[in-house]
């Protein structure tokens, strides 16, 4: 699923949440691997369950074209400083659920803010 690009400015920051694109892949997994590297309170640690840039733009491309799935990117200063994705679910007994996840990386936030 595809969500217009919306525009927001809160606490001095200006920032965009648009739709991921496959071109946003490689910028993607780097974050993605340094978030994990951040803090102990993630479900894994720098390095485990690695998403590539490959399977990054297979995840955006799926997202896209399935219209229960979402995937999120929010940009600040024109680098992606943190992403969210949701799930749905192919059973009709679970049609109303998701499975949802945000990630950020908050010292980026705060460096360019």
């Avoid at 946003?24 to 720098?46: P, V």
């Avoid at 399935?66 to 049609?95: D, M, Q, T, Y």
């Amino acid at each position: 699923m595809l969500i217009n690009q919306q525009e927001f400015y809160q606490n001095g920051l200006h920032y965009t949440i648009r739709s991921a694109f496959e071109t946003d892949a490689f910028e993607l997994s780097a974050l993605r691997m340094q978030i994990d590297g951040e803090t102990e309170n993630l479900d894994r640690e720098k390095g485990e369950a690695i998403i590539d840039t490959k399977d990054f733009q297979q995840l955006i491309k799926a997202d896209t074209d399935h219209p229960r799935n979402i995937f999120l990117v929010a940009v600040a200063h024109h680098r992606i400083v943190g992403f969210s994705r949701c799930e749905g679910f192919a059973l009709k007994r679970f049609s109303h659920k998701v499975e949802f996840g945000v990630r950020h990386r908050k010292k980026l936030l705060t460096a360019i803010h």
